[in-house]
Nanobody, 123 residues
Framework: QVQLVESGGGLVQAGGSLRLSCAAS????????MGWFRQGPGKEREFVAA????????GYTDSVKGRFTISRDNAKNTVYLQMNSLKPEDTAVYYC????????????????WGQGTQVTVSS
């Protein structure tokens, strides 16, 4: 079992920045991929970014490339999502997820989920 706890959400003006954290416990993450997903009001949950823990390989959805950066801290067993140049359309509940294996972009491929953290970007 992997337990995931997100933090760092909040209210920010357009153009601002936030850093989300996802603290993982219960397993060594060497063989895992960690993903960030988001679900906006009335929308499906969608892929944002992911990182392969062992190699540091990353992937992003097109709409956040150049603005968001995913990273991990091995010592803290924590994944981060640095979000810059935020836009109102980034408003959503952001979820951290984990899966054994490589990066995937579909929600059904991830077996472990956090509770989510709200990000609201005002215009």
């Amino acid at each position: 079992q992997v337990q995931l706890v997100e933090s760092g959400g909040g209210l920010v003006q357009a153009g601002g920045s936030l850093r989300l954290s996802c603290a993982a416990s219960g397993r060594t993450l060497t063989n895992y991929a960690m993903g960030w997903f988001r679900q906006g009001p009335g929308k499906e949950r969608e892929f944002v970014a992911a990182i392969r823990w062992s190699s540091g390989t990353t992937g992003y959805t097109d709409s956040v490339k150049g603005r968001f950066t995913i990273s991990r801290d091995n010592a803290k067993n924590t994944v981060y999502l640095q979000m810059n140049s935020l836009k109102p359309e980034d408003t959503a509940v952001y979820y951290c997820a984990a899966r054994v294996g490589s990066i995937m972009v579909t929600t059904t491929r991830y077996g472990y989920w956090g509770q989510g953290t709200q990000v609201t970007v005002s215009s």
